[in-house]
């Protein structure tokens, strides 16, 4: 009788547990008509989601479909909407009429992670980001649209609403990109707001005279200690009651997990994230294994925990691909293990900062790190070739991402 391994989701961490689990798979000498593995998603699309804060964001997103097909791995379109972890069934829709039921033997929920929207007035309307890419093109389509505007301080500003991350991101690649759109004599303005006392406040304090630095040298603005109080078309109201003309906010302040980890009956962190075991599965749900910014799951031996980022997603998913797929076919899981951690800040035209290790030594600076910035984003994190034995072997759980 023919077993069932579902995936729900496209990102990263479900690409990378389809192709690991079809590699054990075709190890362990089974067939797709014993060993079932299927990937249910919107598209069979991988949104290339850490290159959104570019331009052209159209462009950021690689098929997966013939990838799928090379592994035999087989595609559902549609999403998740309910699961039921004691009957094995997970509730799907396609079209708003379309609705249906798959059957699992294992299940392995890989939906990421979405932009934390807290109820600040006017951000619904009129708050942009790039955590989606709908939300990237939809600011691309702005900031187009306002080049054909009559000049105005508000015309001319944009606010990035976060200084961790992406926000540096979003803020260092803005000056560059607007004088594309607007030309290159126009006089833009760009601020970045965020309540904390510092800039960057989780990469420390080693690499954050590096990005002050190079705020500076690109023109941007610090604001920080203050956050965003509320939105209009023409401005946002800060924490301290100031006012800044402004027809573009970006936010970029946090991110939780996909919703879909509220349909489990179990525990979850502050981000919402599904706790889980050395091997990712989810105590307490037989069947049930939780990967990638889905998961809480510990990386290595001294207590450090998986981030919420592409670079953890990877090789989270591989593992519980792999490990999902051992359930079925007998043989030992293997537990989940990432020491090696190092990050790639992109800097715009000031190039980018590469640091390794939680305590984030910095490595290398300026072109020297864009360049490996540039690989990072143009070849590391997109999918496999859609060739059977190079897509397989590129899905070994010890050798994903491993940056040691």
């Given at each position: ?163 961790g991350f992406t926000g540096i991101e979003a803020a260092t690649e803005l000056p560059t990109r607007l004088k594309e759109i607007f030309g290159p004599k126009a006089k833009m303005r760009v601020l970045i707001v965020d309540r904390s006392d510092a800039i960057a406040p989780d990469m420390g304090a080693g690499p954050r005279p590096i990005i002050e630095k190079a705020l500076k040298d690109l ?64 105590p307490g749900l037989a069947g049930v294994f939780a990967t990638g910014d889905s998961a809480k799951a510990v990386c290595d031996d001294d207590g450090n925990f998986a981030l919420m980022s592409c670079q953890h997603a990877t090789r989270m998913g591989a593992f519980a691909g792999n490990n999902a797929a051992a359930e079925l076919l007998g043989v030992s899981a293997t537990p989940y293990h ?67």
């Open positions: 009788m023919q077993k069932r391994l579902l995936i729900i989701g496209a990102g990263f961490a479900g690409m990378y547990a389809a192709l690991s689990a079809a590699r054990l798979r075709d190890l362990k000498g089974v067939t797709p008509d014993q060993l079932e593995i299927a990937l249910i998603a919107p598209r069979p699309a991988l949104v290339i989601r850490p290159r959104l804060y570019e331009a052209k964001p159209e462009a950021m997103s690689a098929p997966l479909l013939d990838v799928l097909k090379a592994v035999d791995v087989a595609y559902i379109q549609g999403y998740v909407t309910d699961v039921d972890t004691d009957r094995h069934i997970v509730e799907a829709a396609g079209h708003p009429e379309d609705r249906f039921t798959i059957h699992y033997d294992r299940v392995v929920l890989a939906t990421g992670s979405q932009l934390f929207r807290p109820p600040v007035p006017g951000l619904a309307e009129f708050g942009f980001s790039v955590d989606s890419l709908e939300d990237a093109v939809a600011l691309d389509k702005h900031l187009h649209k306002l080049a054909k505007q009559p000049e105005s301080e508000a015309r001319s500003t944009v606010v990035v609403a976060g200084g023109g941007i603005e610090m604001h920080m200690k203050l956050g965003v109080a509320e939105l209009t078309r023409t401005g946002v109201k800060l924490s301290d009651g100031s006012e800044i003309a402004a027809a573009t906010v970006i936010w970029a302040a946090g991110i939780r997990a996909n919703p879909l980890t509220q349909k489990f009956a179990a525990e979850r962190d502050n981000f919402g994230r599904l706790i889980v075991d050395r091997e990712l599965r989810v990432q020491k090696g951690y190092v990050t790639c800040l992109d800097l715009g035209s000031a190039g980018a900062l590469f640091t390794r290790g939680w305590d984030r030594k910095v490595e290398m600076i300026g072109e020297v790190a864009k360049a490996t910035k540039r690989e990072i984003n143009t070849v590391w994190i997109y999918p496999p070739k859609a060739e059977r034995t190079a897509a397989l072997a590129s899905a070994e759980p010890s050798r994903v991402t491993d940056v040691g």
